[in-house]
């Protein structure tokens, strides 16, 4: 299926690893124009090389933590009329919530929350005069049901979830979608370190543990950057445009919901 967005641009936040690289390898096997930010330069450029590599017409890199205003400043100064902005950013830590303080909270809220806000209010109203665009947010599984131990993420992402929800409704009509993935248990250096700090905790093998998360998933397996990033293309494409407003799961059955 062509996904008619060849010669479209794209900001895709965190790109240099994980999901927000399977999203930025799907869009450019599209054509797509991108613009990727990461902290770490060596990974985000060898990333940039390979996204060249499959057809990107251009890739623009900007070394920056886009969680400070600092860094998405650059972000936008390197890219300021995207046409399609893929939000992502990494979770906070988890951890119990009595120990959480109020720096920890203001540092979680700034991350997954007012960071994207802060991306969608500089993107979306250029977007709208267009007449074309397509905004993903990156949250978790944990917006559907929450998980223990990472209260902190779950109350940031579910906040994102909110502001946005009406927004998606009043810019849809310009041809401008607003949406969000949300992932379950995916094949990423994050799940492999959790199952690390998991096995030390229990005394277990790495192994062990990562292959009891694993059977923990219906689909018996964890998810691949490839086949998120494939779902997140067609969200950004012209045959989505009636899709907006919506919290969409890919966690391979993990959510036992029936909505």
């Known amino acids: 299926m062509d996904l008619g967005i060849r010669g479209k641009s794209a900001i895709v ?4 690893k994980g999901l927000g690289r399977g999203c930025a390898e799907a869009l450019a096997r599209e054509g797509v124009a991108l613009t990727i930010c990461a902290r770490g330069k060596e990974a985000l450029e060898a990333t940039a090389e390979h996204l060249r ?3 990107a017409p251009s890739v623009t890199t900007v ?5 400070t205003e600092e860094g998405r400043r650059a ?4 890219c300021p009329n995207p046409d399609i902005l893929i939000n992502n950013a990494g979770g906070p830590p988890p951890g119990d ?19 994207p806000i802060a991306l969608i209010h500089a993107t979306v109203y250029g977007m709208m005069e267009r007449g074309f665009g397509r905004i993903l947010n990156i949250t978790s599984s944990s917006v559907k049901a929450p998980i223990p131990t990472l ?3 779950n109350g940031a992402r579910a906040g994102l979830t909110g502001a946005v929800a009406a927004l998606a409704r009043k810019t849809v009509h310009r041809n401008v979608t607003i949406n969000a993935l949300l992932p379950g248990p995916f094949e990423t250096d994050r799940l492999r370190a959790t199952s690390q700090k998991i096995a030390e905790a229990r005394g277990q093998s790495f192994e062990a543990v990562h292959e009891a998360r ?6 018996k397996r964890f998810g691949t950057p490839e086949e998120f990033g494939a779902v997140a293309a067609f969200l ?3 045959h989505a445009g009636y899709i907006t407003g919506q919290n969409i799961v890919v966690d391979g059955g993990a959510y036992p919901g029936t909505l």
């Open 214 to 219: 694993k059977n923990e998933v219906p689909a």
């Open 75 to 78: 972000l936008l100064e390197a």
């Open 236 to 238: 950004c494409s012209v």
């Open 97 to 115: 919530f009595k120990d959480f303080s109020l720096d920890d909270w203001r540092k979680a809220v700034e991350g997954n929350m007012l960071t």
């Open 53 to 55: 590599s499959l057809g």
């Open 63 to 67: 070394v920056c933590d886009v969680t």
């Open 13 to 16: 936040c965190a790109a240099s």
């Open 151 to 153: 209260e902190l993420s």
